[in-house]
């Protein structure tokens, strides 16, 4: 059967609403959030990484939030040494000279040797896309489910491509024989610079038909061979990573260059309406890569003085309870589960969260009193490892003091722990915590055996508590009490201590933290 590929009634039916809301819309934060699709090329430079480096990315787990373009060009070459960065010029160069674009039409579109083209993968892609708001609305057009893979076509422009590039790296091997490697890593997004028209012409003078006389495939093999699509430029990234093995290295800094990416493309960010609350409930899940304790902000809406809407941001939450919604939508898809953690408002119904991609990672610094003695400086550092319903958060722990009342024998603590948050309120966190570690007390000596770190130093256990009240996420105060208890003290220690005079005792540490 001949098929005219066009945009669907289902489709423009679809799409109305959200045009019509859209009129008196400037730079709104909206829940038309749709999957795109990426391609991910090398940057070759003509060495023997290259080949580590084609590797790494062909191979590189993509999140499930995003489709996979197979494009025919998959390395491009610049001709620099890689001991110097490329910049986003001489990326551009390269790309100008290859048709990405048209890769991309071939990829999506199933493109044959002959010049034939499906709409298989649009049509999969469409209903795969397709929210339960949808399946509602094709039901009530009573055009049937099944038109909903025609929402396909207005995901191709939604295509990008990805350049990574390596540079700089670095082997080292230590006294041990252990070797280290280490990359710097840029990434370069492009998207494909098509619209509903040009996409609307590509099919009219492209789209190959059966009955088509073979003087007008011939002509439509030659309208897509002169094709001129560019691919537009929309956001750089960069990153370093080292590991024992190159591989991993640039493995890390793949990962870090998409997150990077994913705060720098709007359309990559994944923005939701909130749909319940008591848990706060929204309708996504594995299929938009969310994971626990993902960061998403919440908006709600306004209008100015001209009757313009507008967005007016109020808090922060994390995903609790994922949902597993990795399949075609049937108008009843289990919403996944978030926690409120900063916002004087409540979010409410309606609301629209978006992605705000975080580390997940906070830094307290601030003074300490007590303890095993004297006054110092506290700095920790703790990872956010998992979110629950109710609030509960566990953190993973890197905590650090320097005693400043004993600056001739140095005094340092140490060590690594976990923490178990409970949220009082959204403003107010508590969180008993332990960490084990060394107090290391060292002095100018010519001594240079093995164990001598060790003798200088004496096992540490500190459990305590800490609150943290927000005062402006990702902005809080901390205050912690904490009981440090000293064992195991090495000989060298015991020396040093008689004139440091550090005991086990209580003490309490005052500062700010910050989440990145």
Same mark, same amino acid.
């Given at each position: 059967?001949?098929?005219?590929?066009?945009?669907?009634?289902?489709?423009?039916?679809l799409?109305?609403?959200?045009?019509?809301?859209?009129?008196?819309?400037?730079?709104?934060?909206?829940?038309n959030?749709?999957?795109n699709?990426?391609?991910?090329?090398?940057?070759?430079?003509g060495?023997?990484?290259?080949?580590?480096?084609t590797?790494?990315?062909?191979y590189?787990?993509?999140?499930?939030?995003?489709?996979?373009?197979?494009?025919?060009?998959?390395?491009?070459?610049v001709?620099?040494?890689?001991?110097?960065?490329i910049?986003?010029?001489?990326?551009?160069?390269?790309v100008?000279?290859?048709?990405?674009?048209?890769?991309?039409?071939?990829?999506?579109?199933?493109?044959?040797?002959?010049?034939m083209?499906?709409?298989?993968?649009?049509?999969?892609?469409?209903?795969?896309?397709?929210k339960?708001?949808?399946?509602?609305?094709?039901?009530?057009?009573?055009?049937?489910?099944?038109?909903?893979?025609?929402l396909?076509h207005?995901l191709?422009?939604?295509?990008y491509?990805?350049?990574?590039?390596?540079?700089?790296?670095?082997?080292?091997?230590?006294?041990?024989?252990?070797?280290?490697?280490?990359?710097?890593?840029?990434?370069?997004?492009?998207?494909?610079?098509?619209?509903?028209?040009?996409?609307?012409?590509?099919?009219?003078?492209?789209?190959?038909?059966?009955?088509?006389?073979? !003087?007008?495939?011939? =002509?439509?093999?030659?309208?897509? &061979?002169?094709? +001129?699509?560019?691919?537009?430029?929309? $956001?750089?990234? @960069?990153t370093?990573?080292?590991?024992?093995?190159?591989?991993?290295?640039?493995?890390?800094?793949?990962?870090?260059?998409?997150?990077?990416?994913?705060s720098?493309?709007?359309?990559w960010?994944?923005?939701?309406?909130?749909?319940?609350?008591?848990?706060?409930?929204?309708?996504?899940?594995?299929?938009?890569?969310?994971?626990?304790g993902?960061?998403?902000?919440?908006?709600?809406?306004?209008?100015?003085?001209?009757?313009?809407?507008?967005?007016?941001?109020?808090?922060?939450?994390?995903?609790?309870?994922?949902?597993?919604n990795?399949?075609?939508?049937?108008?009843?898809?289990?919403?996944?589960?978030?926690?409120?953690?900063?916002?004087? !408002?409540?979010?409410? =119904?309606?609301?629209t969260?978006? &992605?705000?991609? +975080?580390?997940?990672?906070?830094?307290? $610094?601030?003074? @300490?009193?007590?303890?095993?003695?004297?006054?110092?400086?506290?700095?920790?550092?703790?990872?956010?490892?998992?979110?629950?319903?109710?609030?509960?958060?566990?953190?993973?722990?890197?905590?650090?003091?320097?005693?400043?009342?004993?600056a001739d024998?140095?005094?340092?603590?140490?060590?690594?722990?976990?923490?178990?948050g409970?949220?009082?309120?959204?403003?107010?966190?508590?969180?008993?915590?332990?960490?084990?570690?060394?107090?290391?007390?060292?002095y100018?000596?010519?001594d240079?055996?093995?164990d001598?770190?060790?003798?200088?130093?004496?096992?540490?256990?500190?459990p305590?508590?800490?609150?943290?009240?927000?005062?402006?996420?990702?902005?809080?105060?901390?205050?912690?009490?904490?009981?440090?208890?000293?064992?195991l003290?090495?000989?060298?220690?015991k020396?040093?201590?008689y004139?440091?005079?550090?005991?086990s005792?209580?003490?309490?540490?005052?500062g700010?933290?910050?989440?990145?």
């Amino acid at each position: 059967m001949i098929k005219k590929i066009f945009i669907s009634s289902l489709f423009i039916f679809l799409l109305l609403p959200a045009a019509s809301g859209q009129e008196k819309v400037k730079e709104v934060v909206t829940s038309n959030y749709n999957r795109n699709s990426i391609s991910m090329v090398t940057v070759l430079r003509g060495d023997s990484y290259d080949s580590q480096a084609t590797s790494a990315v062909r191979y590189y787990k993509i999140s499930e939030k995003f489709d996979l373009n197979s494009l025919k060009t998959r390395t491009v070459r610049v001709s620099k040494t890689r001991s110097e960065p490329i910049y986003q010029s001489e990326v551009d160069e390269v790309v100008n000279k290859i048709r990405f674009a048209p890769e991309i039409l071939a990829s999506i579109f199933n493109r044959d040797a002959n010049g034939m083209m499906n709409d298989k993968t649009i049509l999969y892609r469409g209903n795969y896309d397709a929210k339960d708001q949808d399946v509602i609305n094709a039901r009530a057009a009573r055009v049937g489910t099944d038109a909903l893979g025609e929402l396909g076509h207005a995901l191709v422009s939604g295509s990008y491509i990805v350049l990574t590039d390596f540079s700089k790296i670095e082997r080292d091997t230590d006294q041990k024989g252990n070797v280290h490697w280490s990359t710097n890593a840029q990434a370069f997004a492009y998207k494909i610079g098509l619209d509903m028209d040009t996409l609307n012409d590509f099919y009219e003078k492209c789209w190959i038909y059966d009955d088509d006389t073979d !003087a007008v495939k011939q =002509e439509k093999r030659l309208a897509f &061979q002169n094709l +001129d699509i560019p691919m537009i430029p929309v $956001a750089e990234a @960069r990153t370093s990573s080292s590991a024992s093995k190159l591989e991993d290295a640039m493995n890390s800094c793949i990962g870090d260059l998409i997150f990077k990416l994913e705060s720098r493309i709007p359309a990559w960010e994944v923005a939701v309406t909130i749909i319940g609350k008591r848990p706060l409930r929204a309708k996504i899940g594995t299929k938009e890569g969310l994971r626990n304790g993902d960061r998403y902000r919440a908006y709600s809406y306004t209008e100015d003085s001209r009757g313009n809407l507008k967005s007016v941001p109020h808090g922060v939450l994390r995903a609790t309870e994922i949902s597993s919604n990795s399949g075609m939508s049937i108008g009843e898809t289990e919403p996944s589960k978030f926690y409120q953690i900063s916002g004087l !408002a409540n979010i409410d =119904e309606g609301w629209t969260i978006k &992605q705000s991609n +975080d580390l997940k990672i906070g830094v307290t $610094a601030g003074l @300490r009193t007590g303890g095993t003695g004297g006054t110092g400086i506290g700095i920790d550092a703790d990872f956010l490892a998992n979110t629950s319903n109710v609030g509960t958060m566990s953190y993973f722990m890197l905590s650090g003091a320097f005693d400043l009342s004993n600056a001739d024998y140095m005094p340092i603590q140490f060590g690594i722990g976990f923490a178990y948050g409970f949220h009082l309120t959204r403003f107010v966190e508590l969180a008993p915590y332990a960490v084990i570690g060394l107090e290391h007390i060292g002095y100018s000596s010519t001594d240079s055996s093995e164990d001598r770190f060790m003798r200088e130093s004496a096992m540490l256990l500190e459990p305590g508590v800490r609150a943290a009240i927000n005062v402006a996420y990702p902005l809080q105060v901390v205050a912690k009490a904490y009981y440090d208890v000293l064992a195991l003290q090495g000989s060298t220690y015991k020396m040093y201590n008689y004139y440091v005079g550090h005991k086990s005792g209580l003490g309490f540490q005052f500062g700010v933290k910050w989440t990145f």
